[in-house]
């Protein structure tokens, strides 16, 4: 006997997803990136990993990060992976407060670079620490056979000391903070798509790749522990970095679209390429959430500054919707900020 078929209670079989499998996703800073920390993260005793932490309780506080680069390609205009191992891993001990004292520097290097291209990203290290005030004061080098590595990845890691003035973590959000970007969004990450790709309007962009210890030591002279949140939004864009934030501090952050800073270059290539800006990686901009009564003197300080020149207040946190990342458009209308999911631009930090 057959049984009659009822499409009232039919239902679609579940799509397979591949979760046992690391996947170039799950490097994308976006949502994968989360998922894949939320597993990782408790096997260490920990439950969520920083980009850099407090590691003692004393006075000075030091700080500590530890990164790695893998960008594709190694040279690029405004920086290249030297540099950007340096700028990145100085600037992770910016957003904890803390000013850079000292680096390691090592290399996995494939079988068949040329001495010349080690030589050169070496000197590119050195030049970024002279120009931060730092030094790189131990590290290793490994060779891998030919095909088992991408020309050099770089991880460097950093101690720095703590302001004394400072307490920023990204739990620290509150409902009525005021959020600041320092600069424009998007630069690195269109940069590095479109050198790599050749597409054509590389020529008319730079990485925003630089340090911002100076810029962050300059907000927290001026707003105290009224700077209660710093992040620098690098993979998967400012979208990714502040539903992160939102999380961590359990509230809503409410954004307006024309404040956010959009070169028309980067606009234009998104637009091309169907790319969201908020979700481009970027390298030397940061955004805050701060105490209102110090967000004026806060502002002004960072536009004091060349890395902040272009500094604006982009939106406001609220005790709504937490967790969430909201928008108002140019329209009006409200939509909501989603992270990145997946892997959007591959190879680019």
């Given at each position: 006997?057959?049984?009659a078929?009822?499409p ?33 993260a ?27 680069f ?53 000197s ?5 620490a ?35 003035d400072a ?8 409902p ?5 970007l ?11 798509l479109g ?10 962009l730079a ?32 979208a ?84 969430r ?5 140019l ?19």
């Open positions: 006997m057959t049984t078929f009822d009232i209670a039919a239902t679609c079989p579940t799509p397979l997803a591949e979760n046992e499998r690391v996947l170039l996703g799950h490097g994308s800073g976006g949502q994968l990136m989360a998922e894949l920390l939320a597993d990782l408790p096997r260490l005793g920990a439950p969520a990993i920083e980009d850099a932490a407090v590691v003692t309780t004393g006075a000075p506080q030091v700080v500590m990060s530890t990164d790695g893998v960008v594709t390609p190694r040279f690029f205009p405004g920086g290249d992976i030297g540099s950007l191992a340096v700028y990145g891993t100085v600037n992770d001990l910016a957003m904890m407060g803390a000013v850079p004292v000292a680096l390691s520097l090592a290399y996995i290097v494939e079988e068949g670079l040329p001495l010349d291209e080690l030589r050169r990203v070496t590119s290290v050195a030049q970024a002279r120009a931060c005030g730092v030094r790189v004061v131990t590290g290793d080098t490994k060779v891998v056979g030919k095909g088992a590595a991408d020309g050099i990845y770089v991880t460097t890691t950093g101690i720095g000391v703590r302001l004394p307490a920023p973590a990204a739990a620290n959000g509150r009525g903070d005021v959020i600041l320092s600069g424009p969004i998007g630069l690195h990450g269109i940069t590095i050198t790599r790709e050749g597409l054509g309007f590389e020529s008319e990485s925003d790749c630089r340090p911002l210890h100076d810029l962050m030591a300059a907000m927290i002279t001026a707003g105290r522990r009224g700077v209660h949140v710093m992040r620098d939004p690098t993979r998967g864009g400012l990714s970095a502040l539903n992160e934030l939102a999380a961590a501090s359990h509230v809503g952050v409410e954004l307006e679209e024309q404040a956010i800073p959009v070169p028309p270059q980067v606009a234009a290539a998104c637009d091309l390429l169907g790319l969201d800006p908020l979700h481009v990686a970027n390298e030397g901009c940061l955004v805050t959430f701060v105490d209102p009564a110090v967000a004026e003197a806060v502002l002004a300080a960072m536009r004091d500054r060349p890395e902040g020149a272009a500094a604006t207040r982009i939106g406001t946190v609220v005790a709504d919707h937490p967790g990342v909201t928008t108002r458009t329209v009006g209308s409200s939509r909501v900020v989603d992270m990145l999911v997946g892997e959007q631009l591959p190879r680019i930090c």
